[in-house]
């Protein structure tokens, strides 16, 4: 099952706070265990910039509309992602209790199941 593990935003990620390098070198270490497990393949995660670096495009019928960053909410935000290959969602949630601490201070990591070719049969 393929899954998306999100990171979630927070201040510090919204305002462009660097992770320490101690920091830098955890995730470096989780990231290359799950790829010698085989839980994600190289490149498939990463962090993103903050949202005032982006952009949205709201549909309305025929109509686009861009929308500037940075947005509102900032926990509705994602801050980086991995896509894993796991058994299950026992599998992805063990791996993500494994994770250090993405952030300085309080974080949350979300888990979805992507959809697979099965799912529209």
């Known amino acids: 099952m393929r899954v998306m ?5 927070t201040q510090d990620s919204e305002t462009g706070v660097m992770p320490t390098a101690e920091a830098m070198a955890a995730m470096h ?4 265990a799950l790829i010698a497990a085989g ?3 190289p490149d498939m995660g990463d962090g993103l910039k903050p949202s005032s670096h982006g952009k949205r495009i709201a549909f309305d019928g025929a109509d686009r509309t861009v929308i500037d960053g ?3 909410a ?5 801050a980086g992602f991995w896509i894993w290959n796991v058994r299950d969602m026992d599998e ?3 791996w993500v209790k494994r994770c250090p601490n993405p ?3 309080p974080s949350e990591i979300e888990i979805r199941p992507m959809y697979e070719e ?3 049969a």
Do not use: C, Q, R, Y
């Open 74 to 78: 900032t926990s509705e935000l994602i």
């Open 118 to 120: 099965a799912d529209f």
């Open 5 to 9: 593990v999100m990171v979630k935003a």
């Open 70 to 72: 940075p947005f509102a």
């Open 92 to 94: 992805a949630i063990a």
């Open 29 to 32: 270490d989780f990231n290359e």
């Open 39 to 41: 839980i994600m393949p």
């Open 103 to 105: 952030m300085p201070g």
